[in-house]
């Protein structure tokens, strides 16, 4: 059995993993390391819950002991998820001998700005972030990013899905032109590709398993039903189930209304978590929901990365995803570390393209023969004058349902030692070119102007 010391970590890194009782590296771990340590540039895909987060941590942690004038900065799509992985950074390194560890700073967007320039003045050598706040503080001067020589790019796809391809590509303008690049997601869409090919040198390319098939430990189904069935039979389903509950919804109204509903209709521990919370707000919500103080959680896609609580057993998608590949996400906040759970899909006439989309991506070859074998277009037949016709009487709108009852979709169907300026800049040490888009706050504006070709929708978090 292949354990931590076989992958070339420095010691001091294997003591800290032998106090915190990690001691069998998951697969991704064991693949992405070595190969992380030996310099190379990086595009990993795993499973969420597959230990994905050491596979980056431990080879940054590995980085700053043996080049003590290097930085790393990790730049993660949600507050949620930069917290998380913050969490891990630190859970190895309270066991690292004294002054061996370095200084982190947490950059994310809701929190206090003056908290974050107290990080950056202590010289943190380990940054983590969201890409608008880090790029903020780069334009304000309080980071100084020349000197950051290792990038980390976590959930790739759900940054590029949610606008920051902008401020990624801004960024890397500022790092160290000679630096070492992870990039790791779930799923590798077009956009991804592209921006791996326009800044990785020459990757290699960890995967493990189908990003795109749910754990087998997952067990899923699917309701095809009418809208107006969705609540009476959503209320049902959390009668009969036992555990802690996340229902994820389209929108933060939709979130608010529904979590609301429950709670005072029907008696239910339910609570709200969306984009519109202040950041107190949503760690206050995620805790309370972490220690069990509420049953069911509604939830927009901001909790479908980054939520890591081992005791969620069931996942019901109330309103389906915009993104195909959000299912994945959201169905992969159960079922981890080897735990059982389950997932529920309610599914509406409206959802038909969603859901074939969501097909899709778990069984194309499947998907594609049921398409196939679809019913007609609802368009109406023209008559000899060439004028609609009478629509068919079969269905509504003129077409069959291509549902099929119950189908299970995974069954196959100022950081100031920091010196130097950014590659391509002016002698003001500013870039050259392109729009300079700023972080949280005005930057939200920036981004509604101008969205990156990898961007396909706005964010409903």
């Known amino acids: 059995m292949q354990s931590f010391k076989t992958l070339g970590l420095p010691a001091p890194l294997l003591s800290s993993l032998e106090q915190v009782k990690f001691v069998t590296p998951t697969p991704i771990q064991a693949q992405a390391i070595p190969l992380a340590l030996a310099g190379k540039d990086i595009m990993g895909s795993a499973q969420t819950g597959t230990g994905k987060t050491l596979a980056f941590v431990l080879p940054a942690l590995t980085h700053l002991l043996k080049n003590p004038l290097s930085a790393a900065l990790i730049l993660v799509p949600t507050r949620e998820l930069a917290q998380q992985v913050m969490q891990a950074v630190h859970q190895i390194q309270q066991y690292l001998p004294r002054n061996t560890g370095a200084r982190t700073a947490l ?43 290792l990038l980390v790019l976590d959930e790739t796809d759900r940054m590029l899905d949610i606008g920051f391809g902008i401020q990624i590509e801004e960024i890397m303008k500022y790092l160290a032109k000679k630096r070492q690049t992870l990039m790791f997601s779930a799923t590798f869409p077009a956009p991804m590709m592209r921006l791996a090919e326009k800044y990785l040198y020459h990757p290699e390319r960890v995967s493990i398993g189908q990003t795109s098939t749910p754990v087998s430990l997952l067990t899923q189904d699917v309701k095809q039903l009418g809208e107006s069935e969705k609540y009476t039979y959503l209320v049902s389903e959390l009668a009969k189930r036992e ?40 760690e206050k919500v995620t805790n309370n929901f972490r220690k069990g103080r509420y049953r069911i959680l509604v939830a927009t896609d901001v909790a479908a990365r980054g939520l890591d609580i081992p005791h969620i057993q069931h996942v019901i998608n109330y309103d389906l995803p915009q993104v195909a590949e959000d299912y994945i996400h959201r169905i992969g906040r159960t079922a981890r570390a080897g735990a059982k759970g389950f997932a529920l899909c309610l599914v509406t006439p409206s959802d038909r393209r969603k859901w074939h989309a969501i097909q899709m991506l778990l069984n194309p070859r499947a998907a594609t023969s049921a398409h196939a074998h679809a019913a007609p277009s609802s368009r109406r037949p023209m008559n000899k004058a060439g004028k609609p016709g009478h629509k068919p009487s079969h269905a509504p709108g003129g077409h069959k349902s291509e549902f099929k009852a119950d189908r299970k979709p995974g069954s196959k169907p100022t950081a100031h030692w920091f010196s130097g300026k950014p590659s391509g800049s002016s002698s003001s040490g500013k870039p050259t070119g392109g729009d300079r888009s700023r972080g949280d706050g005005a930057a939200g504006r920036q981004r509604r102007r101008a969205k990156p070709a990898g961007a396909r929708r706005a964010s409903h978090a």
């Open 107 to 149: 950059l994310i967007g809701g929190a206090a700005y003056a908290t974050q320039f107290r990080s950056l003045n202590a010289r943190p050598r380990l940054i983590v972030g969201t890409p608008g706040r880090v790029m903020d503080h780069i334009e304000r001067g309080s980071l100084q990013a020349a000197g950051i020589d």
């Open 243 to 282: 555990g802690s509950i996340i229902v994820f919804v389209s929108t933060k109204i939709g979130a608010d209304q529904l979590a609301k509903q429950l709670f005072q209709q029907e008696g239910h521990q339910a609570i709200a978590l969306h984009g519109d919370l202040k950041q107190y707000q949503r």
